[in-house]
């Protein structure tokens, strides 16, 4: 008996239960719902806007010098002089390094000096030519003999030249590798000079992009050791080899750098812009409906969606393009379009959210 009525009063609570469950669903929306129309689908909404569109691409690269030499003794000898600091910025044709020219400028003295000699006797057999007293053989002789001369004091001219090391360019100076007294081998390493001002970045991007790179694009550059902050810069030249392993291709930019503050073996991430339009209508990426070969949005109009063809252009940053198919200002559903369908009734989900959610 007890089990039996323990089984009544469940049934009754759930009788209640179910009575109290159906006066609220007649309450709540569904009662101001007018007879024959759906629930509003809750969406996302977002007013159409117009603005600037840049078509850009992403690459990785390097930040490199827009010179570099390792500089070098052409000759063996000591380090005489040593006429710059490391780090220090110099122009071109400064003093870098001299070495020991003692030996080299006896030798330019002595070349000096047999020219000397080889200019008098070949003016001498001219002259005995001339009276007569000469013959052609000496002249030919002394003539030779000068021209020899001449040669030798030009080749002690050029190895003396070559005791004093002077910048090729204007740049910055590295970290020395040898010390004043210091015995160098002909071809041996000794400062690495680097031209900073503007400095180049080499990247590469797929041969697919080969069409729409121009000479003359910008860029912006990315370093890590400067979070934040982008450097402007210009694409100077494409090589016209694509490279068969990577298929890619690989260019060039400068960037402005008079500060310094990019230096050499930095990585550097490339945006480049193709192209910049303004007044451009743009659409979250996330608001496109595909449907089989076509792009559709969802356009909200009177409390109802409707769909609608767009032809969209380039995507920037989660926006796309839109060439044709809608107008600034006007509503589409940017999400919870997979419950809709042509003449749905929806509602903006923001509106639903209590203050503060």
Do not use: C, W
């Not at 030249?161 to 204007?170: E, G, L, Y």
């Not at 209508?281 to 409707?306: C, D, H, N, W, Y």
């Amino acid at each position: 008996m007890g089990r039996v009525f323990t089984i009544l009063i469940l049934a009754a609570v759930i009788a209640v239960g179910g009575y109290v469950y159906l006066g609220k669903t007649a309450e709540g929306p569904s009662a101001s719902t007018p007879a024959g129309r759906s629930f509003a689908i809750p969406v996302e909404l977002t007013v159409v806007e117009s603005g600037t569109f840049v078509e850009q691409e992403t690459s990785v690269g390097s930040i490199v010098s827009d010179e570099a030499v390792i500089i070098r003794s052409e000759i063996a000898g000591r380090v005489a002089e040593i006429s710059f600091l490391e780090g220090q910025v110099v122009s071109v044709d400064d003093l870098l390094i001299a070495i020991d020219d003692s030996i080299h400028r006896a030798e330019f003295n002595q070349a000096e000096a047999r020219l000397n000699l080889s200019q008098a006797n070949f003016d001498r057999a001219i002259d005995l030519e001339g009276r007569g007293a000469g013959t052609q053989r000496s002249l030919d002789e002394a003539s030779s003999k000068l021209q020899e001369d001449r040669a030798t004091l030009d080749l002690a001219l050029a190895r003396l030249d070559r005791t004093q090391i002077r910048a090729p360019f204007s740049g910055v100076i590295g970290i020395r590798k040898v010390s004043p007294g210091d015995y160098v081998m002909a071809g041996q390493e000794i400062v690495n000079l680097e031209a900073i001002n503007p400095i180049k970045v080499a990247f590469k991007v797929p041969e697919a992009l080969l069409s729409v790179m121009r000479v003359g694009q910008t860029i912006m550059v990315n370093v890590d050791a400067f979070p934040g902050e982008s450097f402007a810069g210009e694409i100077y030249a494409i090589n016209p080899r694509i490279e068969a392993s990577g298929r890619s291709i690989d260019l060039r930019a400068r960037v402005p750098n008079t500060d310094g503050r990019l230096r050499p073996g930095l990585f550097a991430r490339v945006v480049i812009i193709f192209e910049r339009r303004e007044n451009a209508v743009m659409i979250p990426e996330r608001a496109l409906v595909p449907v089989q070969s076509r792009q559709t949005v969802f356009v909200f109009e009177g409390g109802a969606v409707k769909t609608r063809d767009v032809t969209t252009g380039g995507r920037f940053q989660g926006l796309v393009e839109i060439l044709t198919g809608l107008m600034p200002g006007e509503t589409i559903v940017s999400a919870g379009q997979m419950k809709l369908r042509e003449g749905s009734q929806v509602v903006d989900a923001a509106q639903l959210r209590g203050p503060g959610e």
